[in-house]
Each structure stands twice: as structure tokens, then as C-alpha cells.
């Protein structure tokens, strides 16, 4: 295990856009959001949360995939539902139509060409891969889930489906609420063309203590929701779908060698890098050309294997002692 170092204090970030709702009582557990490391802050779940835009494309739109019809399965480590897990939602808002059995196959997909570019990270050899929840114990369940509405505002962001999620039964959406810290969830969003709203958004814990079990990241008292907007190419969705997850288990650390300063970072093609408008973008850096393409047509998941994402950092490596998502207990080697 590597050396235990605290960060001084810890931060939540959501990849949202700023408004000031307020969603309710959250899980039992630390408070984490002491300061925001001069972000922007709302209260909500009962805290103060540190906020950022919602995220965007990738540079260079994906359309096509070169194995896009050899893209395995998605493994379902485990029994398929014990311990922590990913549960993949397709979210439609109240007042619009059930789409469910018309896109679960594109979202399928997505998440199938996602897990197979976590895999791929790691060359030669079996990789990492998500967590998902699996009910049959065979392929990831995807849940139809209905949301709140397009309020009057025509803005939709992952306040909203936090709101939704967190209140299924106080808003007469579902029978149950959905704030089991064993889960990270994350909804595929329908219905919001011509709505304002970002392509992915996500939470996210500013906390780069790398012992795995004192990294608020990886604390199940915690809650950790996500978006994907619905709309793109499946492609597209993959890598909306591994940026997002990204969030939730700690990627971008604020002190990470390529940070942005916003939670992103500045390694061009890397699948959590962008310019995002962080401080290192405002202070006049540029995006690096410096990611290989993964042989998938994908982008890579940590670039160069120094910023948030390694199997097995070497000496000197800002993983060895920093938070690294690779020990993430949302992530596990396949069965």
C-alpha cells in the first residue's frame, strides 16, 4: 500500500452548471466540502459543493470505430450485484415519451465500447474493467428511470437528475430513491435537443490521498451521480460515458502534473482532457499533442499514466502517492 498523505482539506466537485437548488439530506458520512479551492459553490444534498461547466465533445467528434462490430461483452465481475457497483440508467424526463426499448441497445453499446477501451489501457494484457451491475449476472442492466421535467427555464443539468434520483418517491416519479453509496450512478439522458443542457456532467471529490481506504472517491458513505446526454453517436456516449464515471472516481486530481485546475487536464486526446477554462487555460496554456490514439479509434484513459490513472505507477510516478483511479473499488480486474 502506498503511503497515506491526507489532503489538507477536501473538496466535492460537480461537472455542473451553477445554480443554487438545494436537493435535500444526503448519506451519512464526512462532510468533505470545507473549501472549494476558489470554484464556484452551491448548497446542495446539505453541502457545500463546488461546481464547474458541464462537459463537452471530444475534440474531434467520434464516428467510427474499427471494431465496432467485435466489441465483447462487458464482464459482470463477481456475482453481478455484491459490493460496489456502476448502475446505468436511461433517464426521460416527465412529460416526454418512454424511449427505453428503442435506445437500450445504443446504450448497451456504449457502455460495452467503453469497457472494452478501460481494457485496452492496459496492452498485452487483461485489463480493468467497470463494475456494473449486472441482475442476470450476464451483461450490464440498463433501468428505465423517469426524471423531473424540463422546468420552464429550458435548462436541464446533473442537479436535475440528482434531484430525481435522490427523490424518486417525493416527486411521484418511481417507488424507490436511488442513494445507496455502493453505487455510482449514472443516467443517460433523453429528450433534451434544443434543451440547455451539457453533453456529461458528474460529481466529483477533490481528495488526492492515495490510500484507497481514506480517499473520500472511494468512500461508500458518499454519494456519486453522473449524466450522459442521449442524442450523439454511441461513440461519442462511450467516451461521455468514461469521462463522467471518470469524475465520480476521482479524475482529475487538482494537483495532478497536468491538471487544468478544473478538474480536466491538458494532455490533448486524453479522454479527461480539454480545455475546460481552468487555470491553467486562463493563464495562457495550451492543449499538448502528445496522446497516441488507442488502437480502437478510442481516446486513451490517462495519457502517459502520470495523472489519474495507472495499474502500476512506477517510483517517482505522482500516482505512487497521490490518488490514483486505478485502485478505484468501482474498478476490478475481470472474473
Request: with cysteine; hydrophobic share 35%.
Amino acid at each position: 500500500m502506498r503511503p497515506s498523505r491526507r489532503a489538507g482539506t477536501a473538496a466535492v466537485v460537480l461537472a455542473l452548471v451553477l445554480t443554487s437548488v438545494a436537493l435535500g439530506p444526503a448519506a451519512a458520512g464526512p462532510d468533505p466540502s470545507t473549501t472549494c479551492d476558489g470554484m464556484p459553490t452551491v448548497q446542495a444534498a446539505g453541502r457545500r459543493l463546488c461546481t464547474h461547466g458541464g462537459d463537452g465533445l471530444p475534440q474531434g467528434s467520434i464516428t467510427t470505430l474499427s471494431r465496432a462490430t467485435l466489441v465483447p461483452k462487458a464482464p459482470c465481475p463477481g456475482n453481478g450485484v455484491k459490493g460496489r457497483r456502476v448502475r446505468v440508467f436511461y433517464g426521460y424526463p416527465e412529460g416526454t415519451p418512454d424511449r427505453y426499448s428503442t435506445l437500450r441497445d445504443d446504450i448497451q453499446f456504449a457502455v460495452r465500447t467503453a469497457d472494452a477501451n478501460l481494457d485496452g489501457q492496459t496492452q498485452d494484457v487483461e485489463g480493468q474493467h467497470y463494475r456494473f451491475w449486472c441482475d442476470t449476472d450476464v451483461v450490464p442492466t440498463i433501468r428505465a428511470v423517469r426524471l423531473k421535467a424540463i422546468g420552464d427555464d429550458g435548462a436541464y443539468s446533473v442537479l436535475d437528475v440528482i434531484d430525481s434520483l435522490v427523490h424518486q418517491r417525493g416527486l411521484h416519479l418511481g417507488d424507490r430513491n436511488f442513494t445507496d453509496g455502493r453505487f455510482a450512478y449514472v443516467v443517460f439522458v433523453d429528450h433534451l435537443v434544443g434543451v440547455s443542457a451539457p453533453p456529461g456532467q458528474a460529481t466529483f471529490f477533490s481528495d488526492d490521498e492515495p490510500d484507497p481506504a481514506l480517499n473520500l472517491n472511494n468512500d461508500t458513505s458518499q454519494l456519486r451521480y453522473a449524466m450522459v446526454t442521449l442524442g450523439f453517436s454511441t461513440l461519442n456516449e462511450a467516451h461521455l460515458f468514461q469521462h463522467e464515471v471518470g469524475h465520480t472516481m476521482g479524475a482529475v486530481q487538482l494537483s495532478a502534473p497536468h491538471t487544468s485546475g478544473a478538474a480536466h487536464c491538458f494532455d490533448a486526446e486524453d479522454i479527461m482532457c480539454y480545455d475546460d477554462g481552468g487555470r491553467y487555460f486562463s493563464d495562457g496554456g495550451t492543449l499538448l499533442d502528445v496522446c497516441p490514439k488507442m488502437p480502437d479509434g478510442q481516446d486513451p484513459w490517462d495519457c502517459g499514466g502520470d495523472d489519474w490513472y495507472a495499474v502500476d505507477p512506477s517510483g517517482g510516478n505522482y500516482l505512487t502517492d497521490h490518488w490514483n483511479v486505478a485502485d478505484s473499488g468501482w474498478l476490478s480486474w475481470a472474473r
